[in-house]
């Protein structure tokens, strides 16, 4: 029997709860979010992405990287009709894979934001590839821990005191065998992941690097459902790819340009006929001002998708379901914010 004390305050828990549970569940259980350079989003608002694209790179290497080696005014004037002129095509979502120390520029990336509409969304971590040129010094002293306290903190506090948070990890690593600063960040892209669910994007040159990857994931009990293997298509073997996404690892054909189409479609065709589309994510790694260069040098739209690959697809059997599935289902599932446990 329940004491008087003991009734009243049940029932006054029971009316709070019963006139909060419908939106603290629609905040923290029904809907997760992917974060954009302007703050949370739903993950369904995302609708037609492009999931690997650039703004801005700079390859001059860590060692001498500085924003001073442009002038942001005219990466701004230069990057906006390009992000315009995909905005008009539809796509709603633009994933801005820069790294740090290559031309990730935050503020830059929410102004076009703000200007353009577009939901952009930008990254932490580093990237180890091309021998490492583009890797601070500081990941040669500190600990796979300390590097991910340094990504964890970006979550936490937004990047470099702006308050702007990344949406994902992006890393970066050469052929396998990985080196051991290689190894290093993509232990740290693990614990980042624990500690904030973040997607790990890698950009990887060949089947066997992305399965030492996923060995280094499984050792820090991440699952492969939380890692994109960026630029699948540099593994001409189709076998890694399916088994990758067997295993539920996103795989990414993200070097969509005009040259490219008969091969897309070829390895899209591969893996619909395996039924893994579901793990497939599409985009051209296009653009961008290129830092030294006069003007940002050769800037590459990015329409391809729209004006070739799409009807290419659909010339080829694929179904608008299946259109929907690579450019909105796909991306929403895969940047979605949440912690991936083996
Ligand atoms: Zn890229």
Not at 86 to 103: E, H, M, R, W
Not at 234 to 243: L, R, T, V
Request: proline share 4%; charged share 20%; with cysteine.
């Amino acid at each position: 029997m329940l004491s008087r004390r003991n009734f009243i305050q049940k029932s006054v828990l029971a009316g709070v709860g019963l006139y909060t549970a419908p939106k603290s569940l629609l905040t923290n259980l029904n809907e997760q979010i992917v974060m954009t350079v302007k703050g949370p989003i739903r993950p369904r608002d995302m609708q037609f992405t492009l999931t690997h694209e650039h703004v801005l790179a700079d390859f001059i290497g860590a060692e001498k990287y500085s924003r001073d080696r442009y002038k942001v005014d005219e990466v701004y004037a230069r990057a906006l009709p390009f992000l315009q002129d995909v905005k008009n095509k539809g796509c709603v979502t633009f994933i801005d894979c820069s790294p740090a120390y290559l031309g990730r520029d935050v503020q830059l990336l929410k102004r076009l934001a703000d200007s353009t509409k577009l939901h952009i969304i930008t990254n932490t971590g580093y990237y180890g590839a091309v021998n490492e040129r583009f890797l601070p010094k500081h990941v040669y002293t500190e600990s796979a821990r300390q590097l991910a306290d340094r990504w964890i903190a970006e979550w936490t506090d937004g990047v470099e005191g702006t308050g702007i948070k990344p949406g994902f990890i992006k890393t970066s690593v050469d052929q396998a065998p990985l080196t051991v600063a290689q190894r290093k960040i993509i232990e740290a892209a693990a614990l980042t992941h624990l500690a904030t669910g973040l997607t790990i994007a890698v950009h990887t040159d060949n089947g066997e690097a992305a399965n030492e990857q996923l060995r280094i994931l499984a050792d820090n009990g991440v699952a492969p459902s939380a890692r994109i293997w960026v630029h699948a298509q540099k593994e001409q073997n189709m076998a890694f790819h399916i088994d990758a996404a067997k295993r539920k690892s996103w795989v990414s054909y993200d070097g969509v340009n005009p040259r490219s189409i008969k091969d897309d479609v070829t390895f899209l065709q591969r893996m619909k006929a395996n039924g893994l589309l579901n793990q497939v994510l599409v985009s051209q790694d296009s653009g961008w001002y290129n830092v030294g260069e006069p003007n940002g040098g050769n800037y590459r739209d990015y329409l391809t998708i729209f004006t070739l690959l799409i009807p290419s697809l659909k010339r080829n059997g694929f179904s608008s379901r299946d259109i929907h599935t690579l450019f909105v289902e796909n991306p929403a599932n895969a940047f979605s914010i949440q912690v991936r446990k083996l």
